[in-house]
């Protein structure tokens, strides 16, 4: 079955470190994968797309990558800061329609 | 802008009760999505109007119907309500796309039904 799985425990890091989230896929060929923060009491609001034949994507300090090999995404927050602390989730197009299928999320806790 | 907009922010229902979660959006988005997303479960896909007057089930339509309205307005409806549907529900529209049309999502309805 298809299953798409991040690392259910939080993620703590000191202020000023890099975090590294990773979203893992069984039985899907996406074309695309995007990732999407959540804040507590909020809806997930979107960050960052890659397309399968990119290898990385830069926003700011966050980085995407993309391993379709590995069937793997990593998520880095560069120079994390306490504003930085939500979860994470990442997404993926299932056929078509743009019918995106989520991860479970990460939560990170970014400690002054 | 508003983007998306839920309505109601939260809601208690009694086992059998019906209700109607509404959304719109004033983005203009074609494609409209209905989630819910439950502890250790993520979001997940409900029923979703690729466009106006188009409506498909997605992962766990059980229990709910949705309604077009127009292309700013797509509602939620649970005929019967039972404590499985206890879940914070959300709202996302995009354009349409092949998954690389971002979604934007309203902040929720958290329902309780005991």
């Known amino acids: 079955s298809q299953k798409i799985e991040q690392n259910s425990e939080a993620l703590n890091i000191q202020e000023g470190k890099t975090a590294t989230l990773t979203c893992n896929y069984t039985?899907?060929?996406?074309?695309?994968l995007q990732w999407y923060r959540q804040d507590p009491g909020r809806g997930p609001v979107f960050l960052l797309l890659i397309r399968e034949n990119e290898k990385e994507k830069r926003k700011e300090r966050l980085k995407v990558t993309f391993d379709t090999t590995l069937k793997q995404s990593l998520f880095h927050i560069t120079a994390s800061q306490p504003a930085d602390s939500a979860t994470y989730l990442c997404?993926?197009?299932?056929?078509?329609?743009?019918?995106?299928?989520f991860g479970g999320g990460t939560r990170v806790l970014v400690k002054p | 802008n508003a983007g998306v907009t839920q309505t109601p922010k939260f809601q208690v229902l009694k086992t059998g009760q019906s209700m109607t979660l509404q959304c719109a959006q004033d983005m203009n988005h074609n494609s409209m999505y209905w989630y819910r997303q439950d502890p250790g479960m993520g979001l997940r896909l409900i029923y979703y109007s690729a466009s106006e007057g188009t409506t498909d089930k997605g992962e766990v339509p059980n229990g709910y119907n949705v309604s077009r309205l127009n292309k700013r307005e797509f509602s939620l409806r649970l005929e019967s309500a039972a404590p499985s549907q206890t879940s914070v529900y959300f709202c996302?529209?995009?354009?349409?796309?092949?998954?690389?049309?971002?979604?934007?999502f309203g902040n929720g309805t958290r329902l309780t039904v005991t």
């Open positions: 996302a529209s995009s354009e349409p796309g092949q998954g690389n049309s971002p979604l934007h």
């Open positions: 039985n899907y060929s996406p074309a695309y």
């Open positions: 997404a993926l197009d299932e056929a078509a329609g743009n019918k995106l299928t």
